[in-house]
């Protein structure tokens, strides 16, 4: 009798300590570099008195940062694919480092796209969510793989809860650049994780379709059955409004909070709120996904993110409301993550998984390019963020309404390399 391809039944699905090991390790790395990057806005203002740049111009550096950190993310999926994630995540969480640390030293907009945009960013991209997610998929087994993307995800939100009072904390003791370096040591806190998530998926899905007689796709095969798929196309479209979505409140928040009035600390704590209530989000849509169609979720997220944005702007602009609707986009926030994870393998397997998940979150962050650039080029030409905030109000509803026609099936070609 023909055996049905297990892979991601692997150690750690026969062992429960080893299960949560490899949890903790995935989560624990995407809370360090997502932590390091979501923070990244707190010292905007400050590297801008230092460098006299202008508004404008950082933000130029934080939008290549956004699209950077999506456009390395298929390759890096494709690197880990084959030759393993242990290595892609160790050159990741090195680079991240070196550039957190190198960014107070430049004082021109070329070395801070280069330290913030390139090597940080870049690095956040290779051990980031395509990598981390992918490599969760292979390791747990297929019935836990929505609950296990959401708690990869919720370690992402829990690293921007926990580094944004670390980074007002240390700036008030030791001063922003020295702040900011320290948080780059600390992302080296992830390199455990190098071997806990070591392995490749090209590698099991071989073994499993040589065990059933059946030939796995090759990159360049499944890259164009996805993007020949009008779902996938779909699905990266309203990741793209995402990205826009998040990198214009990660990156200008703290200036919003500013603009209205509001001392400095509030920018902090929305921030904080931002990551504890995605935890939230995270861990609820993780659960949610098998019970619902991703799709309907992805739908209902993005509808709730412009309702809330419409709100929020005829609303008083007090500590408690902007508090109020850091925790409503909070829960929002990254909580698109696992149905978006959850969708690419069940249309595609769980073989190409890190480089197509990385295509989509290449989309992702050119919105998120956009995002991070438009809230600097517009408050600089306007004094006021409002245009920003009515540009994502019509994004949410597309992203809303383009996901609807979204088909959550097994691609016929991609059975022969789906676990």
């Known amino acids: 009798m023909m055996n049905k391809p297990t892979f991601p039944a692997a150690p750690a699905a026969q062992n429960n300590k080893l299960l949560w090991l490899v949890l903790l390790a995935a989560a624990g790395t995407f809370a360090l570099t997502m932590g390091v990057r979501q923070t990244m806005g707190l010292f905007l203002s400050a590297l801008n008195t230092s460098t006299a740049l202008g508004i404008g111009s950082i933000s130029l550096a934080f939008a290549f940062g956004q699209l950077w950190w999506g456009l390395t993310q298929p390759f890096a999926g494709a690197v880990a694919d084959r030759i393993g994630t242990g290595r892609v995540i160790l050159l990741g969480v090195s680079l991240v480092a070196i550039g957190t640390i190198l960014t107070p030293l430049m004082t021109s907009t070329a070395g801070l796209i280069f330290a913030i945009g390139v090597l940080a960013a870049g690095g956040a991209g290779m051990a980031g969510p395509s990598v981390l997610m992918a490599a969760t998929a292979r390791l747990v087994p297929l019935e836990k793989r929505g609950l296990a993307s959401g708690i990869v995800n919720a ?123 995605n935890i939230v989000g995270s861990l609820a849509m993780g659960w949610a996904v098998g019970r619902w169609r991703m799709k309907s979720l992805l739908s209902l997220l993005y509808a709730t993110r412009g309702l809330a944005v419409l709100i929020f702007l005829l609303a008083p602009k007090t500590p408690a409301v902007m508090l109020i609707f850091a925790a409503v986009m909070g829960v929002t926030f990254l909580s698109t993550v696992p149905p978006t994870a959850g969708l690419v393998a069940k249309m595609f397997g769980t073989a190409n998984m890190a480089m197509l998940f990385g295509i989509v979150m290449l989309a992702h962050q050119i919105g998120g390019f956009f995002g991070a650039f438009l809230g600097g080029y517009v408050f600089q030409a306007t004094g006021s963020y409002d245009w920003v905030w009515y540009i994502d109000i019509v994004l949410a509803a597309g992203a809303a309404l383009v996901n609807l026609p979204i088909r959550e099936t097994l691609l016929p070609r991609q059975m022969k390399a789906a676990a």
């Open 155 to 277: 370690g992402g939100s829990f690293g921007q809860f926990a580094m944004a009072p670390i980074a007002i904390g240390l700036t008030a003791a030791v001063g922003w650049a020295s702040a900011m370096q320290w948080l780059g040591a600390l992302v080296l806190l992830a390199l455990p994780a190098v071997w806990v998530l070591k392995g490749n998926s090209r590698a099991l899905a071989a073994q499993a379709a040589a065990a059933s007689g059946q030939k796995t796709l090759s990159a360049r095969e499944a890259i164009g059955q996805a993007l020949a798929t009008p779902s996938y196309r779909y699905l990266s479209l309203g990741f793209l409004v995402c990205g826009f979505h998040v990198a214009f409140l990660a990156t200008h928040l703290p200036g919003v909070i500013a603009a209205c009035g509001l001392p400095p600390a509030i920018g902090g704590w929305a921030l904080a709120m931002i990551g504890l209530f």
